[in-house]
């Protein structure tokens, strides 16, 4: 007797949730509660649900009577309406059901299964408590009869595995069994599901279009990214149609001061057959377009949340039509898995006893907290001594993985060394980037802050011996001072959250430290790519992509700024997460195209979200960071102004094209080839263009012109202001003096012949060079204010054209070696006044003639230079 005429169907859930539930929200999501009414008896109706009429209009007698029971029948089992005795549902078969379940259809049923498939969204809530009410103790559940097949299987074939026939008790074990995460990890999260029930808990809501369209389902699947099971979305065959699946995290109380999350997510979908998009609070963040990769391939997302209200939607949309390039990789279904939201680190500070909130033990030797009475703070401190790493060269680490806020915190510590480069030092690095290196003596307790960017990181402490790899000989060679003792003692860690530390959360509003009251902050995201311009040397032209991760802000300052969320010019649109950011398409920003000019490139938009520096472009983005010539776009270039990483200021960089800066092309005029413009981004010298980012290959089609002073001055890890000797008796070469990868083959420490004295001298042979034309380097770097000289031995096998040796200083050849020396000889060269590059270069074929004219020389020396007994002597 349901129609739209009587109260009883609705288009919508949610009209249907407002028309029969007090609790309407509730009822939404799937799971309604009982509320005190002012006459202290506990409703969930408004309606009855017998005859639809609002309760609130029917006569006292005509409600009894419509809820009386008279000689009913007790061969079957009916829903009960009681939710504050049965919360989950249950279906009875007691013989109390009222009259009018008899006498309609849809009431009463053979089974309980069958009675709580139709009537009750928690069927596994209601399952268990009839049976524990039923007088039938051997129940067991019996499968319903199998759906249709489809095209699109929801898990492979052996697991034969269908919704209805579902064992509760077997998949809570199968759940603790297969779970990779430990209880503690779970303890660590605010939100966690990876629906190992095998159905969504109440909090999620699950909608689609047409209501008869299939909705999401929790299956058990081979490919789960996180136990057994994952979420699929419905399988849809109508065109238009879209499954729906969302949740309101501000049920979980703790995310209401915002969080991480990830989820991971395999996307069987290619446009323009469907698309799986991510939203929070209607804000598209991420759109899945093509297939993620293979069968079992996840991708995993990750979101900074604010602190306020969060809705997350994961929305599938079927358009219908195949294509005949459809991506053969598309098949079986999309799926979600492992969604976790950890709360933010916050401030914390390590006590004297405390142990575990720091990992002390990923070394080759531990860090202990032992008693200090010297200790900065209280009576222990952390410490690591070098003897205890057993081995040549190792380190002691220690670790902390935090997650910050959106405004970016602090990380503080105090450290006492006792040590000495490069016998030992310690560093402290952030997601392996160092940030602070303690190589020589404290006098004190020195105290570091360092600034942490929003988002997931490591911070570790470690204490390396021999971190230049050295031959043990020269370690022990190393003259320490008496009172050395190799170790690192850490003190006073303390971390500040910028998000957490000046704001509090009163009743769902932000307040500032100066009780301003502002808005709730939004969720930090970045809005998925729809557009975006790409600028060539030739033309201009346009694509549509997709972004593919999510790129974290980031933040120097160690106070957080008061909030202000300002109105955009008409033009402009604000940016969800960076507040002060207004562009004209917030889809720009972290796509790894660099959008070099304001305003993207601004401070206020986290410089473009990241994609104008190396050090900050999101490889995962939608162009990836590496755009090459020969592809649909760029060149996009690097105009790196992030303070940390670049100095690049348009206003003083005054040229046609910024996107050529940093695209590995030299420019030589213009304007580029300027120390305003960082000397094109680095492209004009050898040394600086980046062949991994450039879009040109580095010094092909555009020849090298180095201004850079930093590198003609040549400042390289073996400047030596002081005399020095090397006769290379150690066997091996000194690594803080000399360089000798930098060519096609390396010079090497040789013994094979009589030296000029002792045992050793260094060698390089044409032999080693495997090209047709190429070199071996030899390089020292000599630094001193009145200039020197430099004096070697050297005995040469080799003859032109085959090979030869030259010396140069800087960029200059001042001799060269052509032909076979009568044994070692000794020869000077005079040091100009300053830093200089001195190199001994082998070249083969330093002509680069053809082997057919090689031949008409003859047969070539042995080819080898040996050199030995390098000084140089100041003036």
Known sequence: HYSLSNSFLYTTLEECCQEWFINAWECTVGFATATSSSGGEETLLLRDPFTGVLLSEMPPSEMMESSSSSGASTNGFYPSFDMVTYPEGACLNDGNQPDIYNTHEGYMFESIQACCHDWFIDESGCEKTSFELSSLSDYEPVPSPAGEETDYPTWPAEF???????????????????????????????????????????????????????????????????????????????????????????????????????????????????????????????????????????????????????RLTWLYQYFGGMTSNIDQRR?????????????????????????????????????????????????????????????????????????IGPSGGVISFAAFASLYAPRDVCEFSIDGVPQIIIATFSDEWETHQVAIGAGKHELKWKLIKNFAGLNTAIIDDVDVPSDYQGYVKLDGFNLEDNSITHIVIEEDVMIAVDEEVVDVMPTTTVAPTTTTTTTTKDTTTSTTTTATTTTEETTTTTVAPTINFVDCPGDLSPVEGLPGCCVEEPSYLGDGACDPRAPYNTEACAFDLGDCCHETCNLDSAYGCKTKEGGEYGPFGFFCKDPRYGNMDETKCQVENLEWIGDGGCDVSGGYNTPECGYDGGDCCEETCDPEYGFYPCGANQAYVCMDPSVLEKETKSDSPFAFSDGFESGVFDPLRWDVDDGDAEWKVDDSRAAAQGNY???????????????????????????????????????????????????????????????????????????????????????????????????????????????????
């Not at 446009?271 to 377009?289: A, G, H, M, Q, Y």
């Open 331 to 403: 098949v079986g279904n999309s799926w979600l898995d492992a969604i976790k939201v950890r709360p933010y680190t916050g401030d914390v500070t390590i006590g004297d006893d405390d142990d575990t909130t720091l990992t002390l033990t990923n070394g080759m030797a531990p860090f202990r907290l032992v008693p200090d009475e010297d200790a900065l703070f209280g009576s222990k401190t952390f410490i690591a001594r070098t003897r205890d790493i057993d081995a040549s060269q190792g380190y002691a680490e220690m670790s902390w993985e935090v997650y």
């Open 761 to 875: 001298y260094i060698s390089a042979r044409t032999g080693d060079i495997t090209p047709k034309f190429g070199t071996a380097k030899l390089k020292h770097g000599i630094q001193s204010l009145g200039g020197g000289v430099l004096s070697f031995d050297i005995q040469a096998l080799i003859q032109i054209p085959f090979d030869d040796l030259i010396i140069m200083i800087d960029d200059d050849i001042v001799a060269e070696f052509s032909s076979v020396t009568d044994g070692w000889e000794s020869h000077s060269l005079d040091i100009p006044t300053g830093p200089h590059l001195v190199q001994w270069v082998h070249r083969k074929n330093p002509s680069n003639m053809l082997d057919a004219d090689l031949n008409l020389f003859g047969e070539p020396e042995e080819g080898v230079t040996m050199i030995d007994n390098i000084s140089f002597r100041p003036l």
């Open 160 to 310: 034969d595995y269908d919704d209805d026939d579902y064992d509760y008790d077997d998949a809570t074990a199968l759940q603790e069994e297969s779970s990779p995460m430990t209880s503690q990890e779970e303890e660590s999260l605010s939100f966690y599901d990876s629906f190992e029930s095998g159905d969504f808990s109440h909090y999620w809501r699950l909608t689609s279009s047409p209501y008869s369209a299939d909705n999401w389902e929790a299956d058990q699947s081979a490919w789960a990214y996180d136990g057994s099971y994952a979420a699929r979305p419905g399988v849809l065959s109508e065109p238009g149609s879209e499954s729906n699946l969302s949740i309101s995290l501000e049920d979980v109380h703790s995310l209401r001061h915002g969080g991480y999350l990830t989820f991971a997510i395999h996307a069987s979908v290619q446009k323009p057959v469907d698309v799986l998009t991510f939203s929070i609070n209607d804000n598209v963040i991420r759109t899945f377009e093509e297939v993620t990769g293979d069968e079992g391939d996840w991708e995993e997302v990750s979101v900074l949340l604010h602190a306020g209200e969060h």
